[in-house]
């Protein structure tokens, strides 16, 4: 068994409170003076997942925790990063999910979930009297998640699925 040093700080989050942890080893791959942050774990996606909606998203997810409202309306901004990732052009994010189901890049389900996301995240970014609750969150994120999953995540495992089984075969025949 090999062990490493490593040095973890505990602090306290100024904004929400929470504990944090850091763990400062050498191969810390983020850029805080404290290390990577390992508690709690922030959700990270792949590089299947284009720039600009994986940006969006971990922004989302910094303040999932203190604000729903800004979760809600960042996790409307992921929706129209991946309608911009999928080539989708249109005046508004209704006009564009709805071309995303026209052309069925995405299931029925997905663009239900895509609405009525885009529909809270309206209502947290104008005056609104619907309130924007941690169990809303908790679907946003879901639903938000499992779009990226089927549209970046699975077709890149699929495709590095079949490269595996051509290698393989390769070097058995």
């Known amino acids: ?7 973890y700080t505990v602090t306290r989050c100024a904004t929400c409170s929470r ?16 290390g990577d942050l390992v508690f709690p774990k922030q959700a990270a996606l792949s590089r299947a997942v284009p720039d600009n909606v994986r940006r969006v998203y971990q922004e989302a997810q910094r303040v999932k925790q203190t604000s729903p409202i800004a979760f809600a309306v960042l996790s409307r901004r992921v929706l129209e990063e991946i309608c911009r990732a999928k080539g989708i052009d249109r005046p508004n994010l209704s006009a564009a999910l709805a071309e995303l189901a026209k052309q069925g890049v995405i299931p029925s389900v997905l663009s239900d979930a895509s609405s009525l996301i885009r529909l ?3 209502a947290g970014a104008h005056a609104s009297d619907l309130k924007i609750t941690v169990p809303h969150v908790w679907a946003i994120d879901s639903f938000v998640m499992a779009t990226i999953e089927y549209l970046f995540l699975a077709p890149a495992r699929l ?5 595996s089984l051509s290698k393989s075969g390769e070097s058995e025949g």
């Open 1 to 7: 068994m090999e062990f490493h040093d490593a040095v």
């Open 19 to 34: 504990l944090l942890v850091y763990d400062d080893c050498e191969d810390f791959t983020e850029q805080t003076a404290l």
């Open 120 to 122: 809270i995240g309206n």
């Open 159 to 163: 495709e590095q699925f079949k490269q």
